[in-house]
């Protein structure tokens, strides 16, 4: 299996980047959550410059975030930096957006986006509309502006069914954020294949599965719920308890599937940060942070029943398994989200699967 990495952007990614590539690593990517972390196609710009071989992904961006002519844009313009080199990972942008205070879009707004992100990365012309005027666009100078001959790959991020079908119909690839299980995976898989029948798209086009987690390996005798690995695991979590505290009020069904456990967590949570699951501002208090190296005082809320259907702690023997497992069900390649030390982190990434 091959592997990645995904960090924020912030000063000094591209060192990262060059060392991830230094260490065989396949691609390097930067999430884009606007109001939480820095510009991902500002940093990725500066990684292309400072790498030669590493592939480049923007993990991810929607179009309640940005319009198809400005994401295009981005995009070939990366391209141009890095020819052959890019990936476009297009979503609904659920956090990005409720860390906003707002919904993410549908999946039919995201198929449209999507769709027309593909054929302005190729040179093509799509439909472009505000309101009730509609024309076609396209690049209007290609040159070395923007690059549209080499190819970009796309991956539609998806939990469910419906995303996977958009990637179906739209010839994409899938990335998913802490599934860890390989039958949802090949409920994904299925939903994409089921949907892919008679759509035209480009048949070269790559179709990468990407499972987005935390890794963290047990040294001989460590507890694999001590704070090492809570550290190293516990941005997943919090993530989660800070999505279903968003949500409870609004769309109750996902903090309705935890445990007595989890849901006492996610009230702590709540009661820690000062805010309720009803506070028209409570994404000012729940996103700080998000996916950032979590407070020593935050340990207790990164619950061991957590940690490990998100994240991968293990022996080397013992993740090598999973990883089999995971290998088996159509996962291409593992993306880590370092956050305590990421050289060391892409270091021991590296090791594991060589």
């Known amino acids: 299996m091959r592997a990645g990495v995904v960090v924020t952007a912030q000063p000094g990614v591209e060192d990262l980047a060059a060392r991830a590539e230094e260490l065989g690593l396949h691609s390097f990517w930067l999430n884009d959550t606007p109001m939480v972390h820095g510009d ?3 940093a990725l710009a500066l990684c292309a410059k400072a790498t030669r071989r590493i592939k480049l992904g923007i993990g991810v961006t929607s179009p309640a975030l940005r319009s198809a002519p400005a994401a295009a844009s981005g995009f070939a313009s990366l391209n141009a930096l890095a020819p052959g080199r890019i990936v476009c990972g297009v979503g609904t942008g659920n956090t990005a957006r409720r860390a906003l205070g707002m919904p ?18 190729a040179g093509g012309s799509t439909e472009h ?34 995303a996977a079908a958009v990637a179906g119909r739209r010839g994409t690839g899938l990335v998913s954020f802490g599934l ?15 949907a892919a029948p008679g759509t035209p798209h480009d048949p070269g086009a790559r179709t990468d599965s990407y499972l987005v987690t935390a890794l963290h390996v047990l040294a001989e005798g460590e507890d694999p719920d001590g704070d090492a690995a809570r550290d190293a695991t ?10 279903a505290a968003d949500t409870a009020a609004d769309t109750p069904a996902f903090a309705d599937r935890l445990g007595p456990e989890e849901r006492e967590a996610v009230r702590r949570l709540l009661d820690r940060r000062g805010t309720t699951a009803t506070a028209p501002d409570r994404h000012t208090k729940l996103y700080p942070g998000y996916l950032g190296r979590i407070a020593p005082r935050d340990r207790d809320l990164v619950l061991p029943s957590l940690m490990h259907t998100l994240a991968m702690i293990g022996t080397r023997d013992d993740l090598r398994a999973r990883l089999a497992t995971l290998e088996r069900a159509g996962i291409d390649e593992l ?20």
Do not use: Y
């Not at 516990?234 to 999505?243: E, N, P, W």
């Open 180 to 194: 860890l299980d390989p039958t949802a995976w090949q409920a994904l898989h299925h939903a994409r294949r089921h």
């Open 335 to 354: 993306l880590v989200q370092p956050v305590v030390d990421p050289p060391a982190e892409m270091a021991r990434l590296a090791e594991l699967l060589t």
């Open 104 to 121: 993410p879009t549908t999946a039919a707004t995201l198929e449209r986006f999507t769709a027309a992100l593909q054929d302005l990365c």
């Open 40 to 42: 991902p196609f500002v």
């Open 129 to 162: 509309r505000e309101g009730d005027r509609v024309r076609d666009i396209r690049f209007l100078h290609a040159g070395a502006h923007v690059n549209t001959t080499d190819p970009i790959e796309f991956v539609v991020a998806a939990l469910g069914p419906k």
């Open 234 to 243: 516990g941005h997943l979590v919090l993530s989660l308890l800070a999505f």
